[in-house]
């Protein structure tokens, strides 16, 4: 099972490599971004000693999970499992590299869940007799992870294995190996502190000076104020974590900052989120790309604003958020405010460019509203009309262009075509004075995002510059409406907007400037401070929204401006934001950080077996 690692190219000292996250082939968030990006990268220094170990659920593992037989030689852990209650499945995730992965089914071994607490409070101090299923079951799930590693050491006591554990959900794992007293180097990776995004949610900004220049960062009880948050057992397991791993690491430099104050842990490596960018399209692909979708979305537009009154879609931009469904946090809410003002202003100087602002945000729906359905079933009709009639169309235009005869309707179009054209428009319009600002019935009557719309005037008024269109369904690429992926939607897009609150990575820019579209972020995300530590001037691309010691007035300002000087700008320099942001995303690329990694393992195997 594991193969000899040696050569002039490899930077570990391990000989094998696992990594436990709650998140293999079982997408939550953005920590499976982190472990899908980076396989190749690992799989290249590791080889075939690189194991990645997650959750069975059975519901989510088809098309992601390729199940095969384990290797003879590791019978005998498997069987001393099974003994547990704990169900390996062996075989390979489905995406770039197939690496080895392990998941485990653990619900058999949830009888155990009662002694496992009692071993974590006992060793430990973590108080959990209150904590519910949420915190439970990964407990259980990661103690069994642990379990696998230290089975898996028993039978390979001669190699240096190393283990990373992603957040508070596997650190029970982490401390049943330290309890083992199994020499085998361990690191914890905090992505966001319990505590930190606790409190982000609940709007509590904890960079925000007091009158005496005092932040909450510097002066809370972080301890008492998991308690109060209601999520102590939480917080006690990822500090318990920090300060028993060989080696301590965040993802960024906001997050250390963080996780110093409210773990109370210096971490010793950060280790930043990286993108393979082997897998994006190059700078001219991604030129293509963007006017393929592009015309899609205004496709869209067509059916979704014409049947009320015409807009000109050739001066249209197309800005986006895509985000949970994180009003505070992911920054929703300045976001509308500035786009309420943005659409004041630009109806004050009646511009005649427009803005459709899209907001990709999951959200619990219903169904496709009945008028949008209707709409897009009358809009194909016309559509399939043209399409029927077009190579008789192609004809009379190029007859009537060869003779050099004026080009007037009557000479492409019969007098029968035009006649079942108008009707069929004519049944495409709409009583109605203004689309609707939601694709979709919400389950939420009082739906937060939709009370933001109409408290900014957002309206999708016909004077409205600003449009705006409510999106709350995940983009697949087949869902009835766009019809497009959410890299697809990106790529068809003018310029993204992300400004949050609490984001201690933040993907979205990242993946926005791999695609070549141009963005803003901000200096409380982990990539935005990553970009200010990079950039020596400002030539736009991604651009950084001051947030930290900000009032959301102040940060609403800088953003309507950022807005509206991507509106304002010429073709010519939005095309040089676009080469901007790739160069800048390209800064994260694991091509440069998976070193960093590499540098981890090292510290931890340095501390196992001595430097």
Known sequence: MVEEKRGKDKHSNADCLFE????????????????????????????????????????????????????????NICDGLRELGIVPHYGKWLVEGEPNTILLDF????????????????????????????FDEPVVWSWAAGLLIESFYKHYTDKKVVAIFHEWISGAGLLRLKSSKARIGTIFVTHATVVGRSLSDAGIDIYHPDEEGRCLLDVADFDKKSCEQGVHSKHQIEKASAHNADVFATVSEITSLEAEKIIQKRPDIILPNGLNFDEFPTIDENSIRHKRYRDKIYHFLLQYFFPYYSLDIENTLIYFIASRYEIHDKGIDVFIRALGKLNQRMRAEATEKNIVAFFWVPSGVRSVKQEIVENKVKFKDIEDSLKENAEHVMWHLLNTIVADKPITKSAIFTDRFINEIKSKVLRFKHDAPAPPLCTHELIDPNDRIMQMFRENNLLNDENDKVKVIFYPTYLGGADGLLDMTYYECMQGSHFGVFPSFYEPWGYTPLEAGALGVPSVTTDLAGFGRHIMSHKNEDKGGIFILKRMGKHDDEVVDELYRILENHATVSRKKRVDYKLEARRLAGLADWDLLAEKYFEGCNIAINKIFGS
């Open 20 to 75: 436990v996250s709650w998140e293999v082939c079982n997408k939550v968030g953005g920590i499976n971004t982190v472990i899908k990006s980076k396989i190749p990268h690992m799989q290249k220094e590791y080889g075939k000693n690189y194991y990645l170990i997650g959750p069975y659920f059975y519901d989510k593992v088809k098309g992601e999970f390729e199940e095969h037989v384990f290797p003879d030689e590791c019978k």
């Open 107 to 134: 619900q058999p071994f949830f009888t155990k869940k009662d002694e496992i607490k009692a071993q974590l409070w006992e060793r430990y101090k973590i108080d959990s007799l209150d904590a519910g299923f949420e």
